[in-house]
């Protein structure tokens, strides 16, 4: 249903339409500043930011599997996709929504610029991977400074979110509506997933980026965080009792900051965040 729609067709809907044009050209700045400028600026200038090294004993357990790179690097075409879906279903009805989808795309690269630009985080278990156009561009383009808060779960996430709160109101396309969500919930899962098998992240990673959503969307709360969760390494070859460590650290990371940031003086989820990336000691950046 979403997945079936040909990339182009979302792009000629932002390029048809003078006000999504002007957010999309938004987006991809706030993706050049917040995301790829600090890492190259740290590359050039180590001394201008900690950045920190993360890893869980349990990430040893991960596979990789290059073959995960297209779902790897698709995750914001999905999300394009699901606003064409909505276009395809409602027609002009749908633009005020996809335009403020546009505007929280915008937030959340805000957001994540905000907690990178005071300390930024990698791993050590990345590969160079085979030799391919997708892993060259990941390499070439990608300094892997950025793993908390993810982009990847910061935006899969926020879709599924976005689509049922647009969808449920539209009862005459309830049918369509219960398919686009379940498609919108198995991609959050493959990509969150992609992202570990791609060694692109840490287990660690995960409860932050969940912990910085609650914080950013009303209704996006822990048992919504307990059901996605829940849905993770379902059809992983590992032991059961492995695959329900795996869930457990991410829940008991996101409890934990959440017990943090009520302890604390209540200044926000990104404060959380840097309290728990300030537990690790910074590195020097090659």
Not at 20 to 45: C, D, E, I, N, V
Not at 52 to 58: C, D, F, K
Not at 261 to 272: F, I, L, N, P, Y
Request: charged letters at 25%; one cysteine or more; hydrophobic letters at 40%.
């Amino acid at each position: 249903m979403i997945g079936g729609i040909p990339i182009y067709k979302p792009v000629l809907m932002v390029l048809g339409q003078p006000r999504l044009a002007k957010r999309g050209l938004s987006l991809a700045w706030h993706a050049l500043y917040h995301f790829f400028l600090p890492q190259f600026q740290t590359r050039l200038m180590p001394w201008v930011r900690p950045v920190v090294v993360l890893g869980h004993p349990l990430d040893s357990r991960i596979p990789f599997r290059p073959q995960e790179v297209h779902t790897y690097l698709g995750y914001m075409g999905f999300w394009l996709k699901s606003l064409r879906l909505l276009y395809d279903l409602m027609g002009r009805e749908a633009l005020p929504d996809i335009r403020k989808s546009f505007e929280l795309a915008c937030l959340l690269y805000r957001e994540a610029g905000d907690i990178y630009r005071r300390c930024q985080s990698t791993t050590t278990t990345r590969p160079a991977g085979p030799l391919s156009p997708c892993f060259l561009a990941i390499h070439l383009f990608d300094p892997h400074l950025h793993c908390i808060p993810s982009l990847h779960i910061l935006l899969i996430c926020y879709n599924r979110h976005m689509l049922a709160e647009v969808l449920v109101r539209q009862e005459r396309l309830e049918a369509e509506r219960l398919e686009a969500l379940r498609e919108a919930e198995l991609q959050a899962v493959r990509v969150t997933e992609a992202i570990l098998l791609m060694k692109q992240h840490s287990l660690l990673d995960i409860a932050p980026s969940l912990f910085l959503l609650t914080g950013l969307l009303p209704g996006f709360g822990p048992r919504q965080v307990e059901e996605y969760v829940s849905e993770l390494f379902r059809c992983w070859r590992l032991p059961e009792r492995t695959r329900r460590s795996m869930r457990s650290c991410i829940l008991d990371g996101y409890r934990e900051l959440e017990r943090d940031r009520k302890r604390g003086k209540k200044d926000g989820h990104r404060e959380a965040i840097l309290r728990f990336l300030a537990r690790y000691t910074p590195v020097a950046v090659a």
